[in-house]
């Protein structure tokens, strides 16, 4: 830069070179040299090779974690789908297709309990999921038939059969809560009313079971 033809392109003063000095000394960038983005950066990294170790490292550490993180979260959501749908299967298919054989009482009162613990478990992690409550609702109704219908095979259980229909109607009344125009959340509603009416005298709830 002192020795470049033009003057108005050389240092200013003998201060101007010297101060240039001090900068490359201490590693700055320095004015005989267009500071473009890429320059300014070396520079950096060079003067501070401890800090910006550490932060490479911080950074590097901080990738890892969220990279951890989403795959676990792909992981939870795979294994949460794949429990809804072994739900689904559990008690719509393998129920239906065992109902009417001799002797199933006992697979199928497994299957009503293991049923209804998959259900409450993704009623807990339900989080708003329209889509996901009118699922568990038909799920609970589901339960409710097997345990305690009247009017298909049931396990003879009329108690736990209405403990389902409520749950069905509680998640009915959520969905309409937020909106009131939800043809499935109607129906859900309807028929665990319905339902409930033909299993509550039973238990000895004949006024309850006419008002439903």
Not at 101 to 114: C, D, M, N, Q, V
Not at 165 to 190: F, G, K, M, T
Request: hydrophobic share 45%; aromatic share 6%; net charge positive.
């Amino acid at each position: 830069k002192a020795l470049r033809k033009k003057p108005q392109d050389r240092y200013g003063s003998v201060a101007a070179l010297a101060e240039d000095i001090r900068r490359h000394l201490d590693g700055d960038p320095v004015l005989a040299r267009r500071n473009t983005t890429g320059y300014v950066l070396r520079k950096f990294v060079e003067k501070h090779k401890l800090g910006a170790g550490a932060s490479a490292l911080m950074l590097l550490a901080l990738a890892a974690g969220l990279a951890a993180t989403l795959w676990q979260a792909r992981i939870a959501a795979r294994r949460f789908e794949d429990v809804r749908r072994l739900a689904h299967v559990f008690l719509f298919d393998v129920h239906d297709a065992i109902q009417y054989l001799p002797g199933s009482a006992a697979a199928r009162s497994l299957i009503a309990k293991t049923g209804t613990e998959y259900l409450d478990g993704l009623a807990r992690e339900s989080h708003g999921d329209a889509r996901l409550e009118q699922e568990l609702a038909q799920g609970y109704l589901k339960i409710g038939d097997v345990e305690g219908n009247p009017y298909g095979a049931n396990l003879g259980d009329s108690a736990a059969s209405i403990a389902r229909y409520r749950q069905a109607l509680a998640i009915a009344d959520s969905l309409l809560a937020r909106d009131p125009a939800s043809v499935p959340a109607r129906q859900v509603a309807a028929k665990s009313h319905l339902d409930m009416a033909f299993v509550l005298p039973a238990v000895g709830k004949l006024p309850e079971a006419v008002l439903k």
